[in-house]
């Protein structure tokens, strides 16, 4: 498939959301759209909330039964060998054949299947298989987006629909995962978890006090974000990994940031990271990346600047920093 059959693909699946959604016709790329598709998303299933525990690994499964939609994991072969019996061999479901094969591509999370061969009121309509043959991390992240696909595309029966961590630029694929956060994180279950700690800043022990409680297969990061974007104190998430500077040579490599979420209190505030930030020498963020100990400290944004000389704004913030494999995780909160 060529650059310009995937850009009419893609254009085609946009145009369908919209259309499915009912509000339009044609993808439009704007924000207005976006937050339209978001609120149409989460109408479909805000009624299932109504009588549910504040807990987002039952919301998954409530969207899920409603929407006829059957979580499989695969962990290993014994999980393929059953997963082909199950729909290859006693449903005549050949599409499945293919996932042994295609499990073996590192990149691609999960695959949801409109099955050929279903009834109209089968439970398991649609199935989604989720790849945990490498780590289980993302697994509740996954499970909601196979979901938005399912809440936001029109049935198509085309096998596989595809979720694989290189598509990130891919619209719809960006369009999918930020309805999921929403789904993920639904704010009418997720802010009783947030009111337990909203009288401190954030630190990593007290979102995992929050990920417990309300999704414990979340990851740690994942939960990071969702609590930084509604939290009632400016804030922002970020990691930090050894990089060179944009176009650099090896001597600008440095401990540099990738933003990850912030929130509208942030933004007004002007506290934003940039891309490719160097981490200041004095910041704990540069002695947890040194020792691997996590840290909480008080620290003021003057000491964080960019190539060209500018600071963030003159704010004492509290930092939380860990170490995770060679990445390290921050957030700060004013």
């Given amino acids: 498939m060529n650059k310009e059959q995937i850009y009419l693909e893609t254009a085609i699946r946009l145009d369908d959301i919209v259309k499915n959604l009912e509000i339009g016709k044609h993808w439009t790329n704007d924000e207005t759209q976006i937050q339209e598709i978001i609120s149409a998303c989460m109408e479909k299933i805000n009624y299932l909330t ?4 504040p807990n987002g690994e039952l919301l998954a499964n409530e969207i899920s039964k409603d929407y006829q939609v059957k979580f499989e994991e695969i962990r290993d072969n014994t999980d ?51 790849n945990l043959t490498e780590t289980e991390d993302r697994a509740y992240w996954n499970k909601f987006h196979e979901l938005a696909h399912r809440l936001a595309e029109p049935p198509q029966k085309i096998l596989p629909f595809r979720r694989e961590s290189i598509t990130k630029t891919d619209p719809v694929e960006k369009l999918i995962d930020t309805i999921a956060g929403n789904l ?34 979340a990851s740690l990061l994942a939960t990071t974000n969702a609590v930084v974007k509604i939290y009632n104190r400016p804030a922002l998430a970020f990691k930090a990994a050894l990089n060179k500077k944009m176009n650099g040579d090896a001597n600008s490599l440095a401990l540099r940031v990738s933003p990850q979420a912030h929130n509208i209190l942030a933004r007004e505030a002007g506290l934003i990271l940039f891309r490719n930030m160097r981490v200041p020498l004095e910041s704990c963020v ?29 704010y004492n913030v509290t930092i939380s920093a860990i170490k995770l494999n060679d990445i390290i995780y921050g957030v700060m909160t004013i």
């Avoid at 279950?189 to 297969?217: C, G, M, Q």
């Avoid at 540069?286 to 000389?309: D, P, R, V």
Wanted: with cysteine; proline share 3%; charged share 25%.
């Fill in 80 to 130: 393929l060998d059953l997963l082909e019996k199950n729909y290859v061999k006693s449903k005549n479901e050949f599409g499945f054949a293919r996932i042994r094969k295609e499990i073996q591509t590192k990149s691609v999370d999960a695959w949801l299947f409109e099955r050929s061969n279903a009834e109209s009121n089968d439970f398991d309509r649609w199935v989604a298989v989720l």
């Fill in 50 to 53: 109504d009588d549910l525990l």
């Fill in 286 to 314: 540069y002695q947890t990346f040194l020792t691997g100990q996590s840290c909480i400290a008080s620290e003021n944004t003057k000491i964080w600047t960019t190539s060209s000389g500018h600071s963030l704004p003159n």
């Fill in 184 to 217: 993920a994180f639904h704010p009418k279950l997720f802010s009783p978890h947030i009111k337990r700690i909203s009288n401190s800043a954030i630190t990593f022990d007290n979102v995992d006090l929050v990920r417990n409680s309300f999704a414990p297969s």
